[in-house]
């Protein structure tokens, strides 16, 4: 039986290898002994040019730009809670003085040195309220560093104090025993909460401040979907109001289900899945810096530009972060202003989708934050 491989505009046919890692394609006389052809199909992806007019463009942001004077404040709202296990955090602790030899591996330089260090007896020596301003003390230094803020020290160590404290009673939550709320602020949970709450400071609108604005990436332009075109193996669905012409699929009936509603909505005027679009939102988390990669992105019907990120979410343990991380981006692009309004949902059952559709498709577009958002930005 001759081995073929088949392409055409629309499908790739590829032949699989053989257990001994030979190919089985065969090209003329040359045939492998044993093996038969097996087509697997690959589609091409891409934006069609007669829908034009369904085309999404999207700022790729890289950071973000703070300007305080004077305050500085944190949306309770959005700000992730850390779950902390007292189990994770050992109950001593032997320290001693180490020293790599010759084969690279680390050893004590005297065990007669070694010093154990014991969990209860540390926590009694300090008060809550003593790693409380420890705590924003090195919050202060690192938002100053970080942001070259020129907001004096001793006019923002007072607020970040109050915003650490109000954290630690209403976003910590201790799964176990002892219920300490001071192990938050040991490691390894300093270092998270210390990051949470550093992402999550932002001029005080009210206030008076100028609020965060995006950072956009130098060295590409503006994504669009005109510039998408690739192949895939993954399942594909047919699209009506899509720049693309497939919606490709990395669940098995969520998403498809989503780019139905969205297709039939009477509040989309377009849509696109994030497959190959290069749309990302940055956050950090656990030390690390990582990009959010949302499902879709929504073009609401109407004179004004407006947008919506849909996330459908199944279990993620960083759903929050993700979540938090999407909401200060939509927070500094419409504060930018050049980029229409833009706003961020999760979808957790795909029939939910025409009712948050239908809301948003309902609010009235907005230049400026509204009171009852300034509101939840309470220091």
């Known amino acids: 039986m001759e081995n073929t491989i088949r392409v055409d505009s629309e499908v790739l046919a590829?032949?699989?290898?053989?257990?001994?890692?030979?190919?089985?394609?065969?090209?003329?006389?040359?045939?492998?002994?044993g093996v038969r052809s097996v087509a697997s199909t690959r589609r091409h992806v891409r934006a069609l040019p007669e829908r034009g007019a369904f085309d999404i463009r999207f700022p790729r942001v890289d950071g973000y730009t703070q300007a305080v004077r004077n305050r500085v404040a944190v949306n309770w709202k959005t700000i992730p809670e850390l779950v902390v296990d007292p189990a994770e955090i050992p109950p001593h602790v032997y320290m001693a003085g180490v020293m790599p030899n010759v084969a690279g591996k680390v050893k004590a330089l005297s065990p007669q040195q070694v010093r154990e260090l014991a969990l209860q007896p540390y926590l009694s020596q300090r008060t809550l309220q003593q790693q409380v301003f420890t705590t924003a003390s090195a919050l202060t230094r690192r938002y100053i560093e970080e942001w070259q803020a020129t907001v004096p020290a001793h006019v923002l160590f007072p607020q970040i104090v109050r915003i650490v404290q109000r954290y630690l009673d209403t976003k910590v939550r201790i799964i176990g025993d002892p219920k300490d709320v001071r192990t938050a602020l040991l490691s390894p949970y300093y270092g998270l909460l210390i990051e949470r709450i550093l992402q999550h400071l932002m001029p005080h609108d009210s206030g008076g401040e100028t609020p965060e604005v995006p950072r956009f990436e130098s060295r590409r332009d503006a994504g669009s979907t005109a510039l998408v075109s690739f192949w895939t193996g993954r399942d594909v669905r047919d699209t009506v109001k899509s720049h693309f012409n497939y919606l490709v699929a990395d669940t098995r009936r969520w998403e498809q289900q989503a780019g139905q509603y969205l297709d039939g909505s009477p509040y989309v005027a377009a849509w696109v899945k994030n497959a190959g679009l290069g749309f990302g939102i940055p956050y950090e988390h656990d030390g690390m810096r990582h990009e959010y990669l949302p499902d879709f992105l929504v073009r609401l019907v109407g004179d004004a530009e407006r947008y919506v990120i849909v996330e459908t979410k199944g279990y993620d343990p960083v759903a929050d972060v993700k979540a938090a991380a999407a909401e200060r981006w939509v927070r500094a692009v419409n504060a930018d202003g050049t980029w229409g309004q833009w706003a961020h949902r999760v979808v957790y059952q795909p029939a939910d989708s025409p009712h948050f559709l239908r809301e948003l498709a309902a609010i009235a577009p907005v230049a400026v934050p509204s009171q009852a958002m300034r509101g939840r930005f309470a220091g």
């Open 14 to 33: 590829d032949t699989e290898w053989c257990g001994c890692g030979r190919s089985t394609a065969s090209y003329g006389a040359n045939r492998w002994w």
